[in-house]
């Protein structure tokens, strides 16, 4: 099946300051999506991207679907977005990559 | 809206019970999904429906079983739990097969540990 490997496993940040998230998949895909799961094990949807780029605030997120990657950017990062971030690709048979535990510092 | 309602949120069980997980979705989706994360690693897929009256198999379906009697519920079965069974499930639903308009919207998680 499909190989979905994020990077970095683990971020820390200061309060401000801005990150991206990295999301490599070892085959073409016609769905990506990009999920947030907080402190407390919810699952947020942030974006639906299977290519192109999209804008959410202070969120942003490109996927090459021709280089097999995504990128998620958070600027001006907050202590709310502390948590993990998935990314997942497939349609129903959805593959979810590791994740990249993200810490934000007040 | 409630969404997605899993019951129980926690559960401890020994070696070889049985137990159901229930699933409500009030969104009136056809496609539910039951997924489980194990620490350090992103979700996996157990079983699906796609109506009313259908299953299938995801990636990591053995020792549990499904139904989908309603529309609205999805139930997941451990027949036998053992101790590689203890996780996190979640459950989700979607209107179609997913897309830009139709994400799959996820319940708070079921915390299930086996001794």
């Known amino acids: 099946g499909i190989q979905v490997e994020q990077s970095p496993p683990d971020l820390i940040l200061q309060e401000g300051a801005n990150s991206t998230l990295r999301c490599n998949f070892s085959?073409?895909?016609?769905?990506l999506q990009w999920f947030h799961q907080n402190p407390w094990g919810q699952l947020i949807n942030l974006f639906y991207i299977p290519s192109g780029t999209k804008q959410n605030g202070r969120l942003s997120a490109t996927t090459v679907a021709t280089e097999r990657y995504s990128l998620l950017y958070i600027s001006s990062s907050q202590t709310t977005d502390s948590g993990v971030y998935f990314c997942a690709v497939g349609i129903v048979d959805m593959r979810f990559g590791a994740g990249t535990r993200l810490t934000v510092k007040p | 809206n409630a969404g997605v309602t899993q019951t129980p949120k926690f559960r401890v069980l020994k070696t070889g019970q049985s137990m159901t997980l229930l699933c409500a979705q009030d969104m009136n989706h056809e496609y539910m999904y039951w997924y489980r994360q194990d620490p350090g690693m992103g979700l996996r897929l157990i079983h699906y429906?796609?109506?009313?009256?259908?299953?299938a198999k995801g990636e990591v379906p053995d020792g549990y079983n499904v139904s989908r009697l309603k529309k609205q519920n999805f139930l997941l079965g451990l027949e036998s739990a053992a101790p590689s069974q203890t996780s996190v499930y979640f459950c989700?639903?979607?209107?179609?097969?997913?897309?830009?308009?139709?994400?799959?919207?996820f319940g708070d998680g079921t915390r299930l540990s086996i001794l």
């Open positions: 989700a639903s979607s209107f179609n097969h997913g897309g830009p308009n139709q994400p799959q919207h």
């Open positions: 429906s796609v109506g009313e009256g259908t299953t």
């Open positions: 085959d073409s895909v016609n769905n």
